[in-house]
């Protein structure tokens, strides 16, 4: 049984950056495709960025393209997310997720495990 735990978000200020940080354990992290969802109040939950086990393959939603980054430490067993430039549409808690593939990464259900979440606030 795999469990996920996000650790990294908070408040800053419209253009800061914050580093979010999945950790994993109970599996075989290295063979996890990993991924960030957000979800705003009154929204869905939206894939904001995935990996592949090898960190060959790397998906972004359109919006964070140029801005986040995603990348993992397997030897860590953490997998993270660089976000710079934030903006007020960033607000959102954010969700670690793990699957055995990355495939068909932007579908809720297929990912397996997830974390809690934890909340990022940009203000104006």
């Known amino acids: 049984q795999v469990q996920l735990v996000e650790s990294g978000g908070g408040w800053v200020q419209t253009g800061g950056s914050l580093r979010l940080s999945c950790a994993a354990s109970g599996g075989t992290f290295s063979s996890l495709a990993m991924g960030w969802f957000r979800q705003a109040p009154g929204k869905e939950r939206q894939l904001v960025a995935a990996?592949?086990?090898?960190?060959?393959?790397?998906h972004y939603v359109d919006s964070a393209k140029g801005r986040f980054t995603i990348s993992r430490d397997n030897d860590k067993n953490t997998a993270y997310l660089v976000m710079d430039n934030l903006k007020p549409e960033d607000t959102a808690v954010y969700f670690c997720a793990a699957a055995t593939s990355v495939l068909q990464a932007e579908y809720v259900e297929k990912w397996d495990f997830w974390g809690r979440g934890t909340q990022v606030t940009v203000s104006s």
């Open positions: 990996i592949s086990w090898s960190g060959v393959t790397r």
